[in-house]
């Protein structure tokens, strides 16, 4: 394969065409001058000057080749192409018109002592020759550095897409495996939380323990088995009902949880365990001072192209914001949702609204995208 992506071939046709077309014009130029067309000067010695030049044509490009106009610094090249073109273009009239000569001795049309008389009489086409060569070598020359340029123009479009392409996807397996980390991270929190509470039910009430061990072997196979980074609000929320399961066996009537859902947010898609860990730290900070009832207020709903999960608890509230700082779950959940959703989706914790007693609220704000079949 030719590096430079111009073929020889190529520069030969180009050259015979270019012939083709000043031969036509001169002839047109003698027909429209009104004298009779001289088929040996209008025709041969026009063709014959131009496939001389097709068969130099490779040698131009060899030089373009070795001294590239786009190199720098660029006069070392433009003096080594002007002096070329100064060399080759001289070279080539003669050998044309030599070999124009040749035919009409060989032909018997001028006798071989009439050869120099013959040279002499055609200074003047000569001439012509010498300087059209000079500006054809230069065609040549600008047409290969124009192919050349295309060409790397055209290898850097491809490289661009294929580097913006990998740049893409290996920034798609970088979230997705920051994604498959920050998911990693909350299954042994939720797993030693939920354990702890086991371990205290194992003196007190051996059937809960048990129990509570039961499903929470059945809801780390759900969460193990998913691999998706969203579901269904409805699957999102038939896993929270096994969490919870385990929960009222833990806490029993100390445990008072509600909701309400909008029917039509539950095709939405939701990250995976989004609802678990900010139930758990409800569960966490939302038993009261006094020692009653926890109680959890889970509310989800459509609102435009968004989708709002709001949970309040009955507990203190949180500190104040200089004061705060995220647990596991709530730094996992805003994590998720800015690798997931980016500037899209927000998490904010605050103290519960309208509630005298205190308590807290996580609203989160996420766009509103069904789940499709």
């Not at 001289?38 to 063709?47: A, C, I, N, R, S």
């Not at 496939?51 to 040698?59: E, H, N, R």
Request: hydrophobic share 45%.
């Amino acid at each position: 394969m030719n590096p430079s992506g111009v073929r020889p071939s190529r520069i030969i046709a180009l050259s015979l065409i270019v012939g083709t077309f000043f031969t036509m014009q001169t002839m047109f130029m003698a027909l429209a001058s009104g004298r009779a067309l001289d088929p040996e000067w209008d025709v041969f010695q026009e063709l014959l000057f131009w496939v001389v030049w097709a068969l130099l044509a490779p040698l131009v490009v060899a030089a373009a080749r070795r001294w590239p106009l786009d190199a720098r610094p660029l006069y070392p090249s433009v003096t080594v192409h002007i002096l070329a073109s100064a060399a080759l273009a001289p070279v080539q009239t003669v050998v044309a018109f030599g070999l124009h000569l040749a035919a009409l001795v060989v032909t018997g049309r001028v006798p071989a002592h009439d050869a120099l008389p013959w040279m002499i009489h055609t200074s003047t086409a000569l001439v012509w020759g010498v300087f059209m060569g000079v500006f054809f070598y230069w065609v040549v020359v600008g047409v290969y550095t124009a192919l050349h340029f295309r060409r790397l123009y055209a290898a850097e479009r491809v490289s661009a897409v294929e580097l913006a392409g990998r740049s893409a996807r290996l920034e798609a397996e970088l979230t997705r495996a920051h994604l498959d980390a920050l998911r990693s991270q909350l299954r042994p929190h939720f797993l030693f939380n939920t354990l702890n509470a086991i371990s205290v039910l194992t003196t007190d009430d051996a059937a809960k323990a048990r129990g509570m061990i039961l499903r929470l072997g059945s809801l780390l196979r759900r969460s193990l088995d998913e691999e998706q980074d969203e579901v269904s609000l409805e699957e999102e929320l038939r896993f929270l009902g096994e969490y919870l399961d385990i929960q009222r066996v833990r806490f029993g009537d100390r445990l008072s949880v509600t909701s309400a859902i909008d029917p039509s947010v539950t095709t939405a898609r939701v990250p995976v365990l989004l609802l678990q860990p900010l139930i758990e730290n409800a569960l966490e900070h939302g038993a009261p001072e006094d020692g009653g009832t926890t109680s959890i207020a889970l509310s989800i709903a459509r609102a435009g192209d968004t989708v709002r999960v709001t949970i309040e608890d009955s507990g203190p509230g949180p500190p104040d914001i200089r004061d705060r700082r995220d647990g596991i779950g709530l730094r996992n959940t805003r994590e998720r949702l800015r690798q997931l959703y980016g500037d899209r989706a927000v998490l904010t914790l605050r103290r519960r609204p309208g509630h005298p007693g205190g308590g807290g609220c996580v609203d989160v704000i996420l766009p509103f995208s069904p789940v499709t079949e």
